[in-house]
């Protein structure tokens, strides 16, 4: 069974801390996406990776940066964490940027509280 | 604003019977995807329909697609308590870069 898997469920940051969200997908997927999801306001594009070292800002980068030195791995990093980056925040992966007609696998989320 | 728009925002019937939730979007797409979540959970891919399509089946699940009208159906028969969750449309384009904006979602409740 194809996987996303995100490294942790849950976390707990201080404000200021310097946060790192993993995420690896098992499908050799050439995309890879990070959203966070908020109560009312959906699913919200944070950055996005078409291929390895590739990425490109999605709606809502600041505070946020990402890296991708290798193809399953993904990862998320807030320069230095707020309040307002409190949130559930997503990893998805999908086939082939270029043929459109696949959707998304998502990771199970990682549920993250700044205080 | 958003692509796609969810209606309702939320709906509770009993087991066995039919739901239907409505997705509208504004321009044109690509495709339309529906993604179901369980509570505190990732969201899971459900079933894609291209613009070129009309109707799409998947075990009891049913999609339509207006393209003339920008509104999307999905359709859940006999549905199970553990139907229970959010569903979200998700509207595909190639605008340059191919981009997917998801609605908000319905939160769908299916009572025993």
């Known amino acids: 069974d194809v996987k996303v898997t995100q490294s942790s469920r849950y976390l707990v940051k201080r404000t200021g801390e310097k946060v790192f969200l993993e995420c690896v997908q098992d499908?050799?997927?050439?995309?890879m996406f990070w959203y966070r999801q908020d109560p009312g306001l959906g699913l919200r594009l944070i950055y996005f990776s078409y291929d390895v070292k590739m990425k490109e800002k999605g709606d809502i980068p600041e505070g946020y940066s990402v890296s991708r030195e290798k193809k399953e791995r993904f990862s998320l990093i807030l320069e230095s964490a707020s309040t307002n980056q409190t949130s559930m925040y997503l990893c998805?992966?999908?086939?082939?940027?270029?043929?459109?007609?696949?959707?998304?696998?998502f990771g199970s989320g990682t549920r993250l509280t700044v205080v | 604003s958003q692509q796609g728009e969810e209606d309702p925002q939320a709906l509770s019937i009993q087991e066995g019977e039919n739901a239907t939730m409505n997705c509208s979007y504004k321009?044109?797409?690509?495709?339309l995807q529906w993604y179901r979540q369980n509570s505190g959970r990732g969201l899971v891919h459900l079933i894609l329909?291209?613009?070129?399509?009309r109707e799409k089946h998947s075990g009891r699940l049913r999609v339509t697609l207006d393209t003339s009208k920008k509104s999307s159906s999905l359709l859940i028969t006999a549905s199970r308590a553990a139907d229970t969750a959010s569903y979200f449309c998700a509207t595909g384009r190639n605008t340059g870069g191919f981009k997917t904006i998801f609605g908000a979602g319905t939160r769908l409740f299916v009572k025993a």
């Open positions: 329909i291209r613009s070129n399509e």
């Open positions: 499908m050799d997927h050439e995309n």
């Open positions: 998805a992966s999908r086939r082939d940027f270029s043929r459109s007609d696949y959707g998304y696998t």
């Open positions: 321009t044109s797409i690509n495709n």
